[in-house]
């Protein structure tokens, strides 16, 4: 709780997984990957509870061991490939509205990134109080900036960007930021009115690289596995 406000974080985590099979509970150094993602949400000083929403009964057994609630199965249609991730989210919503367990601010924690730290979770939740803004999403600095990406047009190469300054150094060119799955906060109105983590009043929460790494695949997995 916050300003006598309560919390609620939903971590999605669907049995499905194309690029990594049965990624979200794949072992990373000992644990399953969900269970960083557990760890670090039952240490946040603000949130009041934290619960998985899976439709997998293994996933659900798994997050349980490791201390989340899991107080419903997903529906297996909001479960798809094609599930737009806002669904869940949503779904958890609805689900204590009904049970008229009230949460004033929502928040998704992702699986997928095992670095993200309690204390990051607890920042963004501040920034999100002291600018009273509807929404944050974490980011970090883009790796790759878009002013030095090319497409392909007729099989020749022109610039990305409509803006065709060329910057000849990396430190002339002005910084770009990436989404990095981490952290989404919101009012839980703005979510229920806009059906989306972004407005026109959204603001960003910025993580280095390391805590910002979000497994996809394989190579993703490694690169965990190295750091970790």
Not at 56 to 84: C, F, W
Not at 98 to 110: G, P, S
Not at 114 to 129: G, N
Request: net charge negative; with cysteine; aromatic share 10%.
């Amino acid at each position: 709780m916050i300003n006598n406000k309560k919390v609620l974080a939903i971590i999605p985590a669907r049995g499905g997984s194309k690029g990594v099979p049965r990624k979200n509970i794949k072992d990373l150094n000992g644990k399953p990957l969900i269970a960083y993602t557990i760890e670090e949400g039952l240490k946040s000083k603000y949130i009041d509870k934290l619960i998985v929403s899976t439709e997998d009964d293994e996933i659900s057994k798994i997050s349980m061991n490791y201390g989340a609630e899991v107080p419903y199965l997903r529906p297996k249609e909001l479960s798809k490939d094609e599930t737009p991730g806002i669904d869940p989210i949503i779904h958890g919503i609805e689900y204590f509205d009904k049970n008229n367990n009230n949460f004033d601010y929502v928040i998704c924690l992702q699986c997928t990134s095992p670095f993200r730290r309690a204390y990051q979770i607890d920042e963004a939740i501040e920034k999100l109080i002291e600018q009273d803004a509807d929404s944050v999403v974490s980011v970090c600095e883009s790796e790759v900036s878009p002013y030095w990406m090319k497409k392909i047009v007729n099989g020749k190469m022109t610039n990305f960007l409509e803006d065709s300054t060329f910057y000849a150094r990396r430190q002339e060119i002005p910084k770009v930021y990436r989404l990095n799955g981490a952290i989404y906060i919101a009012k839980k109105d703005v979510l229920k009115k806009f059906n989306t983590w972004y407005t026109e009043n959204t603001i960003p929460y910025i993580m280095d690289r390391k805590t910002s790494l979000d497994i996809d695949d394989e190579l993703d997995f490694e690169m965990a596995t190295i750091l970790i």
